[in-house]
């Protein structure tokens, strides 16, 4: 398996936890399965790889999407 070469401080870092974030108000298990599948993409396509990194980032946007999603059901109910 080829190891993550960029930085954390890379610009795809940033969208990785950006999106993840955006489908996680919606649907925090959507968003789960969206990073899952994108990384299973990734290691699938050649000259790509599956990144931990990545999924540090998704990991990131989903914990803060899914507290809003649940803030938001919380003061709706």
């Not at 993550?4 to 996680?24: E, F, T, Y």
Request: aromatic residues 6%; proline residues 1%; contains cysteine.
């Amino acid at each position: 398996m080829k190891k993550c070469g960029d930085s954390w401080r890379d610009i795809d870092k940033l969208i990785h936890c950006g999106v993840c974030l955006a489908i996680s108000v919606i649907s925090p298990e959507a968003a789960v399965g969206a990073a899952l599948a994108k990384e299973y993409g990734d290691m699938r396509a050649h000259g790509n790889h599956w990144c931990w990194k990545d999924i540090a980032a998704d990991a990131l946007g989903i914990l803060l999407g899914a507290a809003l999603h649940f803030a938001v059901i919380c003061i709706i109910i």
